[in-house]
């Protein structure tokens, strides 16, 4: 049996034609041609059930939240809440107290750096994270490092795109104050050994961070399992709306932190004299939320619960290898990221064409994929490059799309070599 009909055969209970009929931007045409959507790493696409829950809200349920007296607000803020929930059953958080909304996975990085870390660093500390990070998570350790005379320490990556676990015990010193690391590189696709990474920082008494932002659409994230200090997420990457994120800490810690904004929600009481803060996850949320974007997230949730995250990562799973072992035979091209343990990322280059000159032809034929530095700008001077280029899967993919993807790939190669 070829590998697209072994997938058929195991899809069984997978229906992905199915799935796909939720996605209606799907059956859209980019360029004259099906849109072949290869992206889903910078965002995935909305099902109905997400799409219907936003319109939803606005046309039947909408109010603010925790402020009205009146029927519509108090169904509101309910639904808020239940939102919260499954976020809390999804993550199997131990309290929904420990879930703070925030705009993306960008902003609790932020908000853990400004309201956690930053008062516990001096001159000459240290901050840990790993080469193969996205921006998100070296910019706010650098910002504040800056601030406090400390700096932010890279631990080195594998050829094949692994991270070096010896090299980075080795970097764990007294003056290390955090932690963070990501869980699935959105470059390389490698699965980080998250466990080993939490051990090592519970060994050294160093609170610990995990960027979960491609973690939670491919992987059951269990926070009480892991015992992290804090994991992120974003709501746009898991079938969510953007605008919304999550900030997952353990309540000690978001109890001893200040609030990272001020304002409404966020207060206990407010007077010229002094203002006390409501308790978490209120605390750090000030202002009026992405009240719709948030029940929406709940919608996303209870679609992935559906299908069920093991049957997506096996599907995933599926068309990695099956696009791997297809992309390889175009001639030139170069894998930037070959563990063993990966989610469904495809990162390359082209002999003689650029990056951008792939994604342009590509778009041609009606494929999306990712072209530049995605973000992971030191990773890419890791491996000499200044940009690649990057298909990703989510749950909607099919090996048509990898056939799609292949057969353009060879006629830009043909091209340009
Ligand atoms: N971390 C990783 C690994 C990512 O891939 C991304 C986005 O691509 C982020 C963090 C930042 O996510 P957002 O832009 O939603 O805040």
Redesign the pocket.
């Known amino acids: 049996m070829n590998d697209a009909a072994t997938i058929a055969t195991r899809a069984e209970t997978f229906d992905v034609e199915a799935i796909r009929v939720e996605f209606p931007i799907l059956a859209t045409e980019m360029q004259g041609r099906p849109l072949v959507y290869l992206d889903s ?2 965002s995935t696409q909305k099902p109905r059930a997400v799409i219907d829950a936003l319109a939803r809200v606005y046309e039947a349920d909408y109010a603010n939240i925790h402020r009205g007296i009146y029927d519509l607000s108090q169904r509101a803020s309910a639904m808020h809440d239940e939102a919260r929930r499954k976020v809390e059953r999804f993550i199997n958080a131990r309290d929904w107290r420990e879930i703070v909304f925030t705009r ?3 902003e609790a990085i932020n908000l853990v750096a400004q309201c956690f870390t930053a008062a516990k660093l001096g001159p000459g500390d240290e901050i840990l994270v790993s080469e193969m990070e ?1 921006h ?2 070296i910019v706010p350790w650098q910002m504040i490092a800056e601030a406090k005379g400390a700096k932010v320490v890279a631990a080195p990556v594998t050829d094949a795109g692994e991270l070096d676990l010896e090299a980075f015990e080795r970097l764990i010193k007294p003056e290390t104050r955090m932690i963070a690391t ?1 869980w699935v ?2 470059v390389l696709g490698t699965i980080n050994p998250v466990t080993e990474i939490v051990g090592l920082a519970k060994a050294h008494g160093i609170p610990v961070l995990i ?1 979960a ?2 973690a939670v659409q491919h992987l059951p994230v269990d926070v009480q399992t892991l015992d992290a200090d804090f994991i992120v997420f ?1 709501g ?2 898991l079938y969510g709306p953007s605008g919304v ?1 999550v900030l997952w800490g353990k309540a000690a810690h978001l109890d001893a932190m200040p609030p990272y904004q001020g304002g409404g929600d966020m207060i206990e009481r407010v007077s010229f004299s002094g203002t006390t803060w409501n308790e978490i996850p209120f605390k750090f949320e000030a202002g009026t939320p992405d009240i719709a974007g948030i029940i929406a997230l709940g919608a996303a949730i209870d679609f992935v619960e559906r299908i069920g995250i093991e049957a997506i990562a096996r599907h995933e799973a599926e068309l990695l290898g099956y696009g791997t072992r297809a992309i390889q035979q175009v001639p030139g091209l170069r894998l930037i990221g070959t563990a063993p343990e990966k989610a469904s990322v495809l990162t390359f280059t082209l002999e003689g064409a650029h990056p951008q000159d792939i994604g342009m032809m590509l778009d041609l034929d009606g494929i999306a994929i990712r072209t530049g530095h995605h ?1 992971a700008m030191p990773l890419h001077e890791r491996f000499g490059l200044s940009a690649s280029a990057r298909a990703s899967f989510g749950v909607y993919n099919t090996t048509g799309d990898i056939d799609a993807l292949t057969k353009s790939l060879h006629r830009v190669a043909g091209m340009f070599q």
Do not use: I
Request: proline content about 0%; charged content about 10%; overall charge neutral.
């Open positions: 790493a910078a993306n996975a960008t996205h998100a998570n990501v590189s959105n960027d932002a491609q974003s746009h990457k994120g973000c």
